[in-house]
């Protein structure tokens, strides 16, 4: 199977920066497009920023020109850089990914969730 664990959440004041990075790991022949999204409280969850494997990259209205996603393929990482936060960012942000892995008799394409984590900023 796959896992993705995501790190960097945590309590920032306004204007202020936060990195979260998320690492895949488990039986996986390729990562195709990763990403980030986001769910605060009574809202739906929403696109943050995505890369694909080639490097190109979407992102959310609430993250240009705020935000960067970037992603190291050698450690199957992908990274959040989120800089001048406003509370409006406060959510859990989520890793996602698509990923082709190893099955028991050939490869089998996924789309995979991370846990949360939590930002929360204050103003």
């Known amino acids: 199977q796959v896992q993705l664990v995501e790190s960097g959440g945590g309590l920032v004041q306004a204007g202020g920066s936060l990195r979260l990075s998320c690492a895949a790991s488990g039986s996986m022949f390729s990562i195709e497009a990763m990403g980030w999204y986001r769910q605060a409280p009574g809202k739906q969850r929403e696109l943050v920023a995505a890369i694909t494997s080639g490097g190109s990259t979407d992102y959310g209205d609430s993250a240009k020109g705020r935000f960067t996603i970037s992603r190291d393929s050698a450690k199957n990482t992908v990274y959040l850089q989120m800089n001048s936060l406003k509370p409006e960012d406060t959510a859990v942000y989520y890793c996602?990914?698509?990923?082709?892995?190893?099955?028991?008799?050939?490869?089998?394409?996924?789309?995979?969730w991370g846990q949360g984590t939590q930002v929360t900023v204050s103003s």
């Open positions: 996602n990914a698509d990923v082709t892995r190893y099955g028991s008799s050939f490869k089998v394409k996924g789309n995979y």
